[in-house]
T-cell receptor
Framework: KQEVTQIPAALSVPEGENLVLNCSFTDSAIYNLQWFRQDPGKGLTSLLLIQSSQREQTSGRLNASLDKSSGRSTLYIAASQPGDSATYLCASQRGNTPLVFGKGTRLSVIA | DVKVTQSSRYLVKRTGEKVFLECVQDMDHENMFWYRQDPGLGLRLIYFSYDVKMKEKGDIPEGYSVSREKKERFSLILESASTNQTSMYLC???????????FGPGTRLTVT
């Protein structure tokens, strides 16, 4: 059964720093990898979706990469801002099956 | 923009009540999902549906049932609410296949 792990569980950085969030998964036969953001008490907002044939996706200051062979994905956030403070979750999918989620990394960007 | 709406943001119910949580999506998505989210446990899948009148059990279906009579609407039913069902409930939808999944704003349910 697919397992998705996100380490660390929490991260605190000063404003302006570039940072990387990590996501690892046990089954490399995935179809896609999706990154979400969740603000406290809210639903999840989709940030980036990487299909298995792709190696990375970019949106603004966010860049997500996928390395299926090593079972890893990273979310790179450039020039972090206090508004980036949130919990970031990754999830993998195999075929038309439900997403398997990590437990998330809680990010605090300190002004 | 894809929109997934949930009937209530906050809900307070008493033990033993029957509770209905409604979810509606406006993008003609085939697949719909119900999750609950608790601190330290992450997101856990309760039920999902790949088509009208179809349903599949997720990881924690006990104490819940679902209904999908129309493609756009997926309802979660707590037959007899218990205090251990106090949680954040999240609905999501996606096209059939490996596509982007969209979430609703969540319903914070408290059972007293």
């Amino acid at each position: 059964k697919q397992e998705v792990t996100q380490i660390p569980a929490a991260l605190s950085v000063p404003e302006g720093e570039n940072l990387v969030l990590n996501c690892s998964f046990t089954d490399s036969a995935i179809y896609n990898l999706q990154w979400f953001r969740q603000d406290p008490g809210k639903g999840l907002t989709s940030l980036l979706l990487i299909q298995s044939s792709q190696r990375e996706q970019t949106s603004g200051r966010l860049n997500a990469s996928l390395d299926k062979s090593s079972g890893r994905s990273t979310l790179y956030i450039a020039a972090s801002q206090p508004g980036d403070s949130a919990t970031y979750l990754c999830a993998s999918q195999r075929g038309n099956t439900p997403l398997v989620f990590g437990k998330g990394t809680r990010l605090s960007v300190i002004a | 923009d894809v929109k997934v709406t949930q009937s209530s943001r906050y809900l307070v119910k008493r033990t033993g009540e029957k509770v209905f949580l409604e979810c509606v999506q406006d993008m003609d998505h085939e697949n719909m999902f119900w999750y609950r989210q608790d601190p330290g446990l992450g997101l856990r899948l309760i039920y999902f549906s790949y088509d009208v009148k179809m349903k599949e059990k997720g990881d924690i279906p006990e104490g819940y049932s679902v209904s999908r009579e129309k493609k756009e609407r997926f309802s979660l039913i707590l037959e007899s609410a218990s205090t251990n069902q106090t949680s954040m409930y999240l609905c999501a939808s996606t096209r059939g296949g490996p596509y982007e999944q969209y979430f609703g704003p969540g319903t914070r349910l408290t059972v007293t």
